[in-house]
């Protein structure tokens, strides 16, 4: 586990999260909400391999893909993501599968994974991202913004 929240743990994917690893990647719905192209197959293989091979240290990788999931559960309901970007900035990104939408996940993923990069990771900076007609996830961001 790397972190938890009040309803949620954030730790490593396995082999057995592929399909819901896939549809977080693939799915309509979430692409539309990015937005962004769906991804090849090739793509989500490479990223899925990539969430695979976490190794604990997110300040040493310029990409880390972590499962989310409900406490006690083993179903992987979103992602946390700590990237680099083009401009050599961390940057803090999530996604949810659409089951999982408008009941606060995003807001508790995104409050702790602040915490976590400052406390823990110790950055002096992190960035986010977010389509400006993605109202939901604008509002989540503003609650952070400083």
Request: proline share 2%; glycine share 6%.
């Amino acid at each position: 586990m790397v972190f938890q929240t009040e309803r949620l743990t954030v730790k490593a994917i396995e082999k057995i999260h592929e399909n819901e690893f896939i549809e977080l990647l693939t799915a309509e719905e979430i692409i539309n909400a990015i937005p962004q192209e769906r991804p090849s197959e090739e793509n989500v293989a490479m990223k899925f391999q990539i969430a695979l091979s976490f190794d604990g240290n997110i300040k040493g990788n310029s990409i880390s893909l972590l499962g989310v999931f409900e406490k006690n559960k083993n179903e992987l309901i979103g992602l946390a993501g700590f990237l680099t970007n083009e401009e050599e900035e961390r940057e803090l990104g999530y996604r949810f599968r659409k089951d999982f939408w408008g009941i606060g996940y995003a807001s508790e993923i995104t409050k702790e994974m602040i915490n976590y990069s400052f406390s823990v990771l110790n950055f002096e900076k992190i960035t986010a991202d977010v389509w400006i007609e993605n109202i939901p996830s604008n509002k989540v961001l503003s609650k952070f913004l400083n």
